[in-house]
C-alpha cells in the first residue's frame, strides 16, 4: 500500500484523538507488598499457574500449572486439598527437544484447559511436549483422578504453552480458539463436537491472530425472530484492511451461531456464521489503535443479554508508551453491527495490490452470517446445511463487517499511566446511597491489582495492591460470588485477594475520602468497616467525598525530638493518599523547601539546625475531593535545640543518667578484674589473692 493510502486509513482515528488529559488517573493508595495482603499457594519446583476452574458446587478452586492440577480451598487457598501429577515421559521430551524445542521451558505439560461437564466432571487438556492431549477428570472423596481416557488435542489445546488462546465449554461441547499445527501457523476457531466445525484457513479470516477471550450470549431468549445463541470471540490480529508497510496490529470480536452446523457443499463443516467486526478504543495522543488484552462479561442478574456489558482493556502495539486503558461496549452494539451492519469486500487494484473497501452491492437472502430464525424456517430452512450457495459464498469471501465497534461513551473508561494491564474483572456493589456501582479490578504485568469505579463519568482509582512479589504478570484473573474474593494465577503463584481491605483507613476523614463502596466509617466501633458486614448506619460519600460528615477526630499528643546546633533532623509523616499535598505548618506559617527545609514523601528534613528551628510542627494531609478541600494532622512535632533553656532539665536528666550509667559499668569492670586475679586468670606482680583482701577490707572499712 503507498504510504498516503496508510494515512488515511488511520485519519478517521486520528480525528476521534482529543487532548484531555484528565483520562489519566492516579491510585489514591498505593499497597506494597505484604503477606497479609493475600492468601498464596505455590509448590516448589512447579510454575506457571495460569488456568483456573471455579466450582463453588464443590468449595474448591481448581487451577492448571506446569504438569500438576490443584483443588484448593476456596476459602483459603493457601489449602491444598487435593493434586494430580500429569508429567510427559522421557521419550515424548526427547522428541520434543529433537523438533528444536527447550526441554525445560517447552517440552513439558503445561494444563491449558479446565471445564466443568454436564455429567459433574471436568474436561482438562495440556500441551504434552509440543503434542496436545486431553482427559477427564474427577473430584471426589477429597481425591483428584484423571481417568487416562487420553484424546487428540490438536485444534483444542496450543501446542506451544505461551501462545495465547481460549475456550469455553457449552452443553459438553468445546468451542477453542488455538492453533491446528505444531509451528503455531494455523489459526482456527474450532467447535469439538459430533460434527466438528472451524474457520477457513484464510488470511481473510483470521491473520496471524492472538486470541485473547471468549463468551456465550443467550441471544436466542425472549427472542421474537427465534434467533439463536452466539459465542463471540476477542482476539487481535494484522488487519488485512491495511496492507501497511509494517504489520498494524487491530482488535477484533467475531462471533458464530451456537446451531452452526456447516453447509451442505459450500463451507463443509466449517462456519457459515462466522463473523468479525473490529473495536477501537482511542486513547490520548495514539498514533496506532490499542490492542485488546482481556475482556469480561458483565451482566446483571435481572438484566436481558442486550443491557449487559464487555469491560475490555487495551494495552499499545508501540513500546514508547506505558499507558493502558479500559474501554466499555454494550452487547446490544457489537449484536447490531453484526445483524445490520454493511460488509468489507475485498477489490484489486493495480493488479497486484487487495484493497477492502465496504460492499456496495446486493446481499443474499438469507443474510450472510445470519442465524437460522423463524423467516429462515418459514423458507424451508431448518439448519445451515440448508442455506443457499449464493449467501455462502458471499460469506466465505467477505466475513469483515465494515463498521468499527465504539466504546460507551465514544472514549475509554480510563487510562492509566504505569504497569500495563493484563487482566479484567467487574463486580457490582450497592453503595450506602442505594445506589450500584461497577468495581473495575485490573491486573498488570508486574503483579498489582488497580481497584477502580466509575461514579457517573468521573473515574476514580481507589488503590493499587502489590499481589506478587518478585513482580510477575497476571495471567488469569477470577471472582467468585460465593466467597466474594479474587482470585490472580502467574508463573509464581496463586494469590486470594478480598475485594475490599477497609481497615487500612485508620480515620474517618482517610475512609470517606477513599471513595470505595465496599467501605464505610462505622461512629461507633472508630473504624472503617464493610457495609455488608456492618447492622449500623456508616459514613460514605462515594460519589462526593465529603468528609464533612465525619466527626471531628481526636488530637494528636506531640512527639518530642531534639536537634543539634549545625546539626541534621529528620521528621516522619506518611499521607495515606497519593492524591493528597502534604504541607508542614511551624507556628502557624507553612514552609516553603529551600536549603534549609527539605520536603520529601516520607517526612520533613531540618538543616544545620539553629534556635529558630525550635518549636511545634504539624505535618497536614490535604486533599481534594468533589465536595471541597480537606486537612487532617498526620503528625505533630515539638522540637527542642540541644543547650538552649527550654531543654536545660531534659538534658540535665539526660546527663545524670549517663553519668549513673557509666558509674554501674565501671564498678562492674573492677569486679570482672578483681575475680580474674583472684582465680589467678591474670598473672601480676603483686599476690592477687593479698591484694584482693586489702581491696575488700578497704571497700568495706569505707
Given at each position: 500500500m503507498h504510504p498516503l493510502l496508510s494515512f488515511f486509513w488511520l485519519l478517521p482515528l486520528a480525528w476521534t484523538l482529543k487532548d484531555d488529559s484528565s483520562l489519566e488517573y492516579t491510585p489514591r493508595r498505593s499497597i506494597a507488598f505484604h503477606k497479609d495482603n493475600a492468601n498464596l499457594f505455590h509448590e516448589g519446583g512447579v510454575a506457571n499457574y495460569t488456568t483456573m476452574l471455579l466450582r463453588e458446587d464443590l468449595d474448591v478452586l481448581l487451577v492448571g500449572a506446569r504438569e500438576a492440577i490443584y483443588a484448593l480451598d476456596l476459602k483459603d487457598i493457601s489449602k491444598s486439598r487435593a493434586s494430580v501429577k500429569w508429567e510427559v515421559t522421557q521419550q515424548q521430551i526427547s522428541e520434543c527437544r529433537n523438533k528444536g524445542k527447550h526441554p525445560e521451558m517447552d517440552c513439558k505439560n503445561f494444563i491449558k484447559i479446565l471445564h466443568k461437564r454436564d455429567d459433574n466432571k471436568m474436561y482438562v487438556c495440556g500441551t504434552n511436549a509440543f503434542d496436545p492431549e486431553c482427559d477427564y477428570m474427577s473430584y471426589a472423596d477429597g481425591q483428584l483422578t484423571l481417568e487416562r481416557k487420553v484424546e487428540d488435542g490438536k485444534g483444542k489445546c496450543p501446542f506451544d504453552p505461551f501462545q495465547r488462546h481460549t475456550s469455553l465449554m457449552l452443553e459438553n461441547n468445546l468451542y477453542s480458539a488455538t492453533s491446528m499445527n505444531f509451528l503455531g501457523s494455523e489459526p482456527v476457531l474450532m467447535r469439538s463436537s459430533p460434527v466438528t466445525i472451524r474457520t477457513e484457513f484464510k488470511s481473510s479470516w483470521l491473520n496471524e491472530p492472538t486470541f485473547v477471550s471468549m463468551t456465550q450470549i443467550p441471544e436466542s431468549q425472549m427472542s421474537a425472530v427465534g434467533d439463536d445463541d452466539k459465542v463471540y470471540l476477542f482476539f487481535s490480529e494484522v488487519a488485512v484492511e491495511c496492507d501497511c508497510h509494517n504489520k498494524l496490529l487491530v482488535s477484533r470480536v467475531a462471533r458464530v451461531c451456537k446451531g452452526d452446523i456447516g453447509g451442505e457443499r459450500t463451507l463443509q463443516k466449517k462456519w457459515t456464521s462466522f463473523l468479525k467486526a473490529r473495536m477501537d478504543c482511542p486513547v490520548l495522543e495514539s498514533q496506532l489503535p490499542y490492542v485488546i488484552q482481556d475482556v469480561y462479561h458483565w451482566c446483571g442478574s435481572h438484566r436481558g443479554w442486550r443491557d449487559?456489558?464487555?469491560?475490555?482493556?487495551?494495552?499499545?502495539?508501540?513500546?514508547?508508551?506505558?499507558?493502558?486503558?479500559?474501554?466499555?461496549?454494550?452487547?446490544?452494539?457489537?449484536?447490531?453491527?453484526?445483524?445490520?451492519?454493511?460488509?468489507?469486500?475485498?477489490?484489486?487494484?493495480?493488479?497486484?495490490?487487495?484493497?477492502?473497501?465496504?460492499?456496495?452491492?446486493?446481499?443474499?437472502?438469507?443474510?450472510?452470517?445470519?442465524?437460522?430464525?423463524?423467516?429462515?424456517?418459514?423458507?424451508?430452512?431448518?439448519?445451515?446445511?440448508?442455506?443457499?450457495?449464493?449467501?455462502?459464498?458471499?460469506?466465505?469471501?467477505?466475513?469483515?463487517?465494515?463498521?468499527?465497534?465504539?466504546?460507551?461513551?465514544?472514549?475509554?473508561?480510563?487510562?492509566?499511566?504505569?504497569?500495563?494491564?493484563?487482566?479484567?474483572?467487574?463486580?457490582?456493589?450497592?453503595?450506602?446511597?442505594?445506589?450500584?456501582?461497577?468495581?473495575?479490578?485490573?491486573?498488570?504485568?508486574?503483579?498489582?491489582l488497580v481497584k477502580g469505579v466509575n461514579y457517573g463519568g468521573e473515574m476514580f482509582l481507589i488503590e493499587e495492591v502489590q499481589v506478587f512479589q518478585p513482580r510477575v504478570s497476571i495471567k488469569i484473573l477470577k471472582f467468585s460470588n460465593v466467597t466474594g474474593q479474587l482470585y490472580a494465577g502467574s508463573d509464581s503463584g496463586v494469590t486470594q485477594v478480598p475485594l475490599a481491605t477497609c481497615g487500612r483507613s485508620t480515620s474517618c476523614m482517610d475512609c470517606v475520602l477513599s471513595r470505595d463502596p465496599y467501605c464505610g466509617w462505622d461512629k461507633v466501633d472508630g473504624k472503617c468497616s464493610l457495609l455488608s458486614s456492618s447492622t449500623r448506619e456508616l459514613i460514605q460519600s462515594v460519589k462526593e467525598g465529603d468528609a464533612k460528615l465525619c466527626p471531628p477526630a481526636d488530637p494528636l499528643i506531640p512527639l518530642k525530638r531534639t536537634i543539634w546546633p549545625g546539626g541534621n533532623l529528620k521528621l516522619y509523616c506518611h499521607s495515606p493518599s497519593q492524591l493528597a499535598e502534604t504541607v508542614w505548618v511551624k507556628d502557624g506559617h507553612t514552609l516553603t523547601p529551600n536549603g534549609h527545609f527539605q520536603i520529601h514523601e516520607y517526612g520533613l528534613l531540618i538543616f544545620t539546625g539553629s534556635k529558630s528551628d525550635a518549636g511545634p510542627y504539624r505535618c497536614l494531609s490535604v486533599e481534594k475531593s468533589k465536595a471541597g478541600q480537606f486537612s487532617t494532622t498526620m503528625a505533630e512535632y515539638h522540637v527542642g535545640l540541644l543547650g538552649s533553656g527550654d531543654w536545660i532539665q531534659v538534658n540535665n536528666t539526660a546527663v545524670a543518667g549517663l553519668q549513673a550509667a557509666v558509674g554501674v559499668l565501671i564498678v562492674g569492670l573492677l569486679g570482672l578484674l578483681t575475680w580474674n586475679c583472684y582465680k589467678r586468670h591474670i598473672p601480676l606482680p603483686w599476690n592477687c589473692r593479698t591484694a584482693s583482701s586489702i581491696t575488700i577490707w578497704n571497700y568495706n572499712y569505707h
Open positions: 449487559c456489558l464487555f469491560y475490555a482493556v487495551f494495552r499499545p502495539q508501540s513500546e514508547t508508551s506505558d499507558l493502558s486503558a479500559v474501554c466499555a461496549y454494550r452487547v446490544s452494539d457489537v449484536s447490531n453491527v453484526f445483524a445490520e451492519g454493511k460488509y468489507k469486500t475485498p477489490v484489486t487494484v493495480e493488479t497486484s495490490f487487495v484493497k477492502w473497501v465496504m460492499y456496495s452491492g446486493d446481499v443474499p437472502v438469507p443474510r450472510p452470517g445470519a442465524c437460522i430464525d423463524n423467516e429462515a424456517r418459514n423458507n424451508g430452512i431448518n439448519d445451515t446445511l440448508h442455506l443457499p450457495d449464493p449467501t455462502l459464498q458471499f460469506i466465505k469471501l467477505r466475513p469483515l463487517m465494515d463498521q468499527t465497534i465504539q466504546p460507551v461513551g465514544g472514549k475509554p473508561l480510563l487510562v492509566h499511566k504505569g504497569a500495563a494491564f493484563t487482566r479484567i474483572v467487574v463486580n457490582q456493589v450497592q453503595a450506602a446511597d442505594g445506589e450500584k456501582y461497577h468495581v473495575m479490578f485490573m491486573g498488570t504485568e508486574e503483579g498489582t
